[in-house]
């Protein structure tokens, strides 16, 4: 079974500007869950989709935003770029809410923001 | 405030020999606690997920433990190899009404292992 697949992988973009974000579950996985990663504040939760619903959600401002497709796929947005914004984002899926199935991530989307 | 808290930040240890990474916590009420393993440049890997009902949980040479009353989770790495270089996290998911829930994940340990 193919893992999780994030694209890009790598991706820099200047503040002000917005930016999407893909992501594949494994087959058969119904939840996709977002973090952001970076050296100061380590792994924080974004969101996560369950059958192209929002179930839940970190602490992140409006301008965070994502969805999920019918064949789970989820993307992730986020407009007005700030250089704060710099992060490893990843991607899980796992069969069902994420607070009850294992988890499996993705390599992440590396976002540089100049 | 729930926090989740790992020491030592980082560790150096020889091939070989066993060592024992700590995450305390206070969130509440706890739902479950999960171990990872973060290879650089990867995303975590899942080593363990623990219930509240359970105090040891194995996988291979890794073996976590919980301690709900003192809410202290240990993970202890046997006869470490130089692929066990990495950066270990702990995450905790808390019950935090109607039905959600939240996560709070501990900065991590990152651990060298050298020959």
């Known amino acids: 079974k193919a893992g999780v697949t994030q694209t890009p992988r790598y991706l820099i973009k200047t503040r002000g500007q917005q930016v999407t974000l893909s992501c594949s579950p494994i087959s058969g996985h119904r939840s996709v869950s977002w973090y952001q990663q970076t050296p100061g504040q380590g792994l924080q939760f974004l969101f996560e989709?369950?059958?192209?619903?929002?179930?839940n959600k970190g602490n992140f401002p409006g301008r965070f935003s994502g969805r999920q497709f019918s064949n789970s796929r989820s993307e992730m947005n986020v407009s007005t770029l700030e250089l704060g914004d710099s992060a490893l984002y990843l991607c899980a899926s796992s069969l069902g809410r994420q607070d009850s199935y294992e988890q499996y991530f993705g390599p992440g989307t590396r976002l540089t923001v100049t | 405030k729930n926090q989740v808290e790992q020491s030592p930040q980082s560790l150096i240890i020889l091939e070989g020999k066993n060592c024992t990474l700590q995450?305390?916590?206070?969130?509440?009420?706890?739902?479950?606690l999960r171990w990872y393993k973060q290879d650089t440049g990867r995303g975590p890997v899942s080593l363990t997920i623990m219930t509240f009902s359970e105090n040891t949980k194995s996988n291979g040479r890794y073996t976590a433990t919980l301690d709900a009353d003192t809410k202290q989770s240990s993970l202890h790495i046997t006869a470490s190899q130089l692929s066990d270089s990495a950066s270990y996290i702990c995450?905790?998911?808390?019950?935090?009404?109607?039905?959600?829930?939240?996560?709070?994940f501990g900065k991590g340990t990152k651990l060298s292992v050298i020959p």
């Open positions: 995450v905790v998911i808390y019950l935090s009404g109607a039905g959600s829930y939240q996560l709070t």
């Open positions: 989709y369950f059958s192209e619903t929002q179930r």
């Open positions: 995450c305390n916590y206070t969130v509440s009420p706890f739902s479950n």
